[in-house]
């Protein structure tokens, strides 16, 4: 855990609690975690997700590997130690959008469970759901998709601490849900997404 380094703080607390807002947007906050290799589709579902919570009335937002490098961890690298304070930072940022009543989906490699782990624990210890979602794919399949072309560079040695090349992904053990994108449509994961959301009651009250 990442110690406190300013000393004299406090909490301070107001007067409007986390089920005045959720009773405002009449909806419950929520992280949505996609994590998985690059190229697994995570950003891929989470925008169609997004879409999908947005028409039927929810309001969401998405907080996305590559965004978030571009502006509040525009500091971090990939060394093991940037890679997990990149993942404490938005775990920190999704648990401020929960208890503004948000549904957030974060979709980020988060190779490590360690940090991972964190950040379920962080939304544990202030009771808001946290649904791991583990995007399965093999790495001959993410590799052979490459988007960014950042697995060619990896193999070339452009690119150092690569996940799948040089660098370990330690797969979660018990996700909440495990989609694998290379035998289902970006459709059929949605509705399954959905469905999930739906049984833990978060898409109720909506408009």
């Known amino acids: 855990m990442t110690l406190q380094k300013a000393t004299n703080v406090t909490w301070h607390e107001g007067e409007v609690t986390r089920a005045d807002r959720q009773q405002l947007l009449g909806q419950k906050g929520a992280t949505i975690w996609f994590t998985g290799l690059s190229g697994s589709g995570k950003s891929t579902v989470a925008v169609a997700l997004e879409k999908a919570l947005t028409a039927s009335g929810h309001l969401c937002y998405r907080l996305d590997g590559d965004n978030v490098r571009l502006g509040i961890n525009k500091n971090l690298g990939f060394s093991a130690e940037d890679r997990a304070e990149n993942i404490r930072r938005i775990g920190e940022v999704s648990k401020l959008f929960v208890d503004t009543g948000v549904i957030v989906l974060s979709s980020f490699v988060s190779p490590y469970k360690a940090d991972r782990d964190q950040?379920?624990?962080?939304?544990a210890a202030s009771d808001m759901d946290f649904i791991e979602v583990h995007?399965?794919?093999?790495?001959?399949?993410?590799?052979?998709?490459?988007?960014?072309?950042?697995?060619?560079?990896?193999?070339?040695?452009?690119?150092?601490?690569f996940t799948g090349i040089d660098d370990p992904y330690e797969a979660p053990e018990a996700p909440e849900l495990v989609l694998y994108s290379n035998r289902m449509s970006v459709e059929e994961e949605v509705e399954v997404l959905l469905a999930l959301l739906s049984e833990r009651g978060l898409l109720s009250g909506a408009a």
């Open 119 to 123: 950040v379920r624990a962080l939304h």
């Open 135 to 161: 995007m399965d794919v093999p790495l001959a399949e993410a590799e052979k998709r490459d988007p960014k072309g950042l697995y060619k560079k990896a193999r070339a040695g452009e690119i150092k601490n």
